[in-house]
Each structure stands twice: as structure tokens, then as C-alpha cells.
């Protein structure tokens, strides 16, 4: 019988989804199949795999992941059975531009469970749906077909470890398990920095409401009291998740949720925004990115700094907060913007609704990026080839200030967000030749917010990637 081992090394802190999905459908053909979640346990447990496994799924969702993946293919390489390696992911393409010391059978990414399934039951056979590129077989579904396909299959999380593992929710002194689910996958739009959007094409799938149901109860049994709904847009299919939404709070009265939800959407689907406060949304992710129209324009996010205050607005009037994503330091940032984007902060109180460390991130280009296909001529192979593209700011103040406010942010210790963000916009100001406020407040003591941060489409710190790797305290990019 053939043995499959699904390795997950970094999902943003919760559960690995993606893997679960491939799990249940491998149970489902009777394939055995074991998950390692090397952002809970050392990687040397790998080792009591050798010999065992002929095929090695490597999850390869976002960037974080993709950088520790190497380490992984590189110690499989030692393995004397030689098991066929499948890269699984937004990042399994880009990865594979690296010289890897094995060989790689599959790269998958988008809709692609079905077709492993099939690769890893009968092998490269011709009759199966993909294209073949050498000696890799790549898959993307997706692309494919705008069909949308219902995952009912159920999911083996006692493979994994427990749930208090993995992040949590803090509201104020109140610390609960956070489970979670996706009521759809894949994205309608094209922001060019997204590495979904670069999978799907503006396409998306979405889950049944039971079948989500049933996952939510299986995480409420298991402890959770808080779900994050982990859709890269939440209202990607408005009718569909808000159903979903209130089904799950009429069975579940005592979780709270999140979700992630677009700046153009908030405004779109305004009458919405009062059921997700009814149900039980603590807070909502959305990217927000800049406050420069420049940047905004070019990462294609369909929004400006006057629709951002319209949605903390709307968002603010129905009783819960907004957690921005940044994405400060782009080809297209300069310093006044850079001090805009803090005073904006500032006068829309979102101190404590940021995490510091999201000052600091930069713009991360692998060559499956639609920013990189927009804007060829801005990036150049660097020293993890197709991984991470290399740009440099037209101004060289702002690439030392990255790595100020990084430092920073990431050695803040015990200090409060305030007091932080404080050193942060002393030093933004300082590099612009400008006069630093002082005297910063924030109304928002208590934001809700998860222990793990979400951070996307960008550069990892050093320490980002090593903390991974030592399960301590971690920030995360796609």
C-alpha cells in the first residue's frame, strides 16, 4: 500500500487547512497518510519517516514557508528510499527555480487536491488532467475551469497536535482557542501583490455550509471559542458566508469570529455589516496597505484613504474594529508618504489595531507575481532566484529605514504598542527631515486581535523565519 507523508511547515499559526483537505481525500481513496507540522515539532522527527513514505507532500502556502522548506529538501535528500516529492502551495512553482539537491515530481498549486490524489494512486499516468514540463508535473486546476466544486470530505484533525498549539484570541484579559475554516477559497480580484490571485485568476471555490458547520463543531469540541474565517476575501461570495456565518452562531452562541474582508467590499456590501456584528465578529482583517494612491494603484487594490475612513466607519458604527494589513515599503514609497501613512494612523486611532512589526514590511515579489508580470523591468534575480525578486527604493534613506523600524519592532520586549509606535514615527520622521509628533493616544485599548499575527505578501525578518523554526513568539508572511 502506498504511504504518503503531508508535511506542513508554517500556516499563519493555525491548523494547516490546506493539508487536512489532502489528508481526508487521501483517507478517502484508502491511501495511508501521515501529517508532520513542523511549526509545532522539530523537524528531526522526520527522520522515523525514512524508508516508510513513497510519496512527500511539502505545503508551500506562502513565503515563510517556502524558505523553511528548503531545509526540509535538503535533509530529504538523505533519505535511501527516494520518495517522489510533491510541492503543494501558492510558492511551489517559484520554489522549484532553486537549485533543489532532489528531484521534484509534482508541482500543485490552486484546486489541486483531486489530482494528487490521482498522481499519488496510480502515478504519471497520461489519462490524468495536467500538463507535463520535463520531468515535473505541474497542476493548477484552477485555471482551468471557473466551476465551482464543493470539499465536503471531513477532516482528520486529531493528526495533528492539540489546538492549544496553535494561536489564540485575545480580547482584553480573555484568552480563548481559535479554530479555522475557509467558507471559500480562491479570490475574485487581482491585486497584484496577492500570491492567491496569482493561483486562481479571479476565480473562487467555496464550501458547503455543512460541511463548514462541521468542521466548526469538530473545532468546538476540540476547545475552540473563537473561528477565523480564513477566505482571502470574505465577502467574495457575501450571500453564501453571511449564511454561513449566522448558521454557525445559531448552533454555536458562544463563539466569536473573524474574518478578512476587502476595503472595496466594506463599502460594497455595507447592509452586510451589521449581520457580522449580530453573529458575533469581533474584528475584521483588511488590507489596507497605503495611503499612497501611487502604491494603491499599482498593487491594483481598488481603494483610497477616503474610502478607508468610510470603512472604519461603517465598521466602527456596528460596534467592532478593523485590523489593517501594511504594506509600507514598495518601489513606489517615498518618504512624505511614509510619514502620511503614520499621520493616518494617528488621526484614524489605530495604534493598537496594528501590530508594530507591520511598519517594516516590505514588498515581496516571487516570479509567479502579478506585480512582477506588470512591472518587469523594477526586479532582478537575487540570491533565491525566483523565490524573492530583488528591487531597491529610488530613495536609498528608505531601504535603511526598513531596517530601522524593523529592528524596532522587533526588539520592542514588554513595551506597549504606543510606545513603540512612537519610536517608530520618531525615526520615519527623523529620515524625512520633518518634526516627530508627540503626545500619541488610542481610544482602542482592547482590539481583539489573534496571538499569532497575520502578515501577507511580503519579506520575513530574519528573526520572523527563525522564530518559526523555535515556536516562539512569530510574525508570518505569504
Same mark, same amino acid.
Given at each position: ?146 466551476? =465551482? &466544486? ?6 482528520? $484533525? !486529531?493528526?495533528? #497536535?492539540? /489546538? +492549544? ?95 478578512? =474582508? &476587502? ?6 456590501? $455595507? !447592509?452586510?455589516? #451589521?449581520? /457580522? +456584528? ?104 537575487? $540570491? !533565491?532566484?525566483?523565490?524573492? /525578486? ?89
Amino acid at each position: 500500500m502506498t504511504n504518503a507523508l503531508l508535511i506542513s511547515l508554517y500556516d499563519l499559526g493555525h491548523q494547516p487547512y490546506e493539508i487536512l483537505q489532502l489528508d481526508a481525500a487521501l483517507v478517502q481513496a484508502g491511501i495511508p497518510s501521515s501529517i508532520v507540522d513542523l511549526s509545532i515539532t522539530e523537524e528531526a522527527e522526520l527522520h522515523s519517516y525514512d524508508l516508510q513514505e513513497t510519496y512527500v507532500v511539502i505545503s508551500v502556502p506562502m513565503h515563510t514557508a517556502a524558505r523553511l522548506a528548503l531545509s526540509v529538501l535538503d535533509g530529504l535528500s538523505g533519505w535511501q528510499n527516494n520518495p517522489k516529492i510533491i510541492l503543494m502551495g501558492h510558492y511551489a512553482e517559484a520554489l522549484a527555480t532553486l537549485p533543489i539537491p532532489v528531484p521534484i515530481a509534482m508541482l500543485a498549486s490552486g484546486e489541486s487536491v483531486d489530482s494528487i490524489v490521482d498522481f499519488i494512486s496510480i502515478g504519471n499516468d497520461a489519462s490524468l488532467p495536467i500538463e507535463s514540463n520535463s520531468a515535473i508535473i505541474k497542476v493548477n486546476s484552477t485555471k482551468a475551469s471557473s466551476r =465551482i &466544486k464543493l470539499i465536503n470530505s471531513p477532516l482528520h $484533525r !486529531d493528526k495533528l #497536535p492539540s /489546538l +492549544s498549539r496553535y494561536t489564540s484570541y485575545i480580547d482584553g484579559e480573555k484568552m480563548e482557542l481559535a479554530g479555522y475554516v475557509e467558507a471559500s477559497r480562491g479570490c475574485l480580484h487581482l491585486c497584484t501583490h496577492c500570491p492567491v490571485a496569482a493561483t486562481y485568476g479571479g476565480r473562487i471555490r467555496i464550501n458547503s455550509v455543512g460541511s463548514v458547520i462541521r468542521e466548526i463543531e469538530n473545532l468546538y469540541e476540540s476547545g475552540a471559542r473563537h473561528i477565523t474565517f480564513g477566505d482571502p476575501d470574505f465577502f467574495n461570495a457575501p450571500i453564501h458566508s453571511i449564511k454561513t456565518l449566522e448558521q454557525s452562531n445559531t448552533i454555536f452562541p458562544d463563539l466569536t469570529f473573524d474574518a478578512t =474582508i &476587502k476595503v472595496s467590499h466594506i463599502l460594497k456590501y $455595507r !447592509d452586510l455589516i #451589521p449581520k /457580522l +456584528s449580530e453573529n458575533n465578529v469581533t474584528f475584521i482583517v483588511s488590507a489596507f496597505e497605503h495611503t499612497s494612491l501611487e502604491v494603491l494603484d499599482a498593487l491594483e487594490k481598488g481603494h483610497n484613504t477616503e474610502d478607508m475612513v468610510e470603512a472604519l466607519r461603517i465598521v466602527r458604527e456596528n460596534g467592532f474594529e478593523i485590523r489593517p494589513s501594511l504594506l509600507p515599503f514598495t518601489p513606489w514609497t517615498t518618504l512624505d508618504s511614509m510619514v502620511e501613512l503614520l499621520d493616518f494612523v494617528v488621526d484614524q486611532d489605530l495604534i493598537d489595531a496594528i501590530d508594530p512589526v507591520m511598519y517594516s514590511i516590505r514588498l515581496l515579489v516571487p516570479s509567479t507575481s502579478l506585480t512582477y508580470k506588470r512591472f518587469p523591468y523594477l526586479f532582478k534575480d537575487g $540570491r !533565491d532566484g525566483g523565490l524573492n /525578486l530583488e528591487w531597491s527604493s529610488a530613495i536609498t534613506e528608505l531601504d535603511n529605514l526598513q531596517l530601522e523600524i524593523s529592528n524596532i519592532a522587533e526588539n520592542a520586549g514588554d513595551a506597549n504598542n504606543l510606545e513603540i509606535f512612537s519610536k517608530i514615527y520618531a525615526a520615519v520622521a527623523a529620515t524625512a527631515g520633518k518634526e516627530s509628533r508627540d503626545g500619541f493616544f488610542s481610544l482602542n485599548r482592547n482590539v481583539p486581535r489573534l496571538t499569532e499575527s497575520w502578515y501577507c505578501c511580503a519579506e520575513p525578518t530574519n528573526s520572523m523565519t527563525t522564530a518559526v523554526a523555535t515556536e516562539t513568539s512569530r510574525g508570518s508572511c505569504c
